[in-house]
């Protein structure tokens, strides 16, 4: 008999190790699908994922688990980068590459990242906030994020994006 995703399971949020990338490099893959219907080149993402465990200034994962049918399994994915602001002399803490496994949705999984690297910014005298970006028609993920504390900061992004490989 299977256990409910967060009956009795509390989640554990941790670094993310080398051995986590395949995974994380695969669910990049399935939220740009979900979110932005993108077909990503999977060894472009791999390679891509690879860069943050090689290159730590690039960016820091951390994982989501909790125990399931008495094994550990991993539900959720964040990505932390940083950004220097000069007008507030501090970095600001970017929140990407968000994903959780669709049988673990609406269990506090994203909740629990948040928290998790909302504490360790809140930690850390340089840091000046926590930032993310979202897309127009993704109200869902917009509810959470407000129920969070976090506000519409009112900018749009543009981008030029380059043809690489």
Not at 80 to 90: C, K, P, V
Not at 108 to 113: E, F, P, Q, S, T
Not at 126 to 133: A, H, K, P
Request: aromatic share 10%; glycine share 6%.
């Amino acid at each position: 008999m299977s256990t409910a995703p967060d009956a009795g399971n509390p989640l554990v949020v941790r670094a993310a190790r080398a051995g986590d990338a395949a995974l994380i490099a695969r669910w990049m893959i399935a939220m740009a699908w979900e979110t932005e219907h993108k077909a990503l080149a999977p060894d472009t993402v791999a390679r891509g994922v690879r860069a943050v465990f090689e290159q730590p200034a690039r960016g820091r994962y951390f994982i989501a688990e909790r125990t399931v049918d008495e094994r550990i399994a991993t539900v959720g994915v964040l990505m932390l980068t940083h950004e220097w602001s000069d007008w507030r002399d501090g970095d600001w803490w970017w929140i990407q590459s968000v994903y959780v496994d669709p049988a673990h949705r609406r269990h506090g999984v994203y909740r629990a990242l948040y928290e998790h690297v909302h504490a360790l910014a809140k930690a850390s005298p340089d840091v000046c906030g926590l930032r993310l970006y979202v897309e127009r028609e993704n109200a869902n993920a917009q509810k959470t994020y407000a129920s969070l504390g976090m506000s519409d900061a009112g900018y749009a992004i543009y981008e030029d994006e380059f043809a690489r490989r």
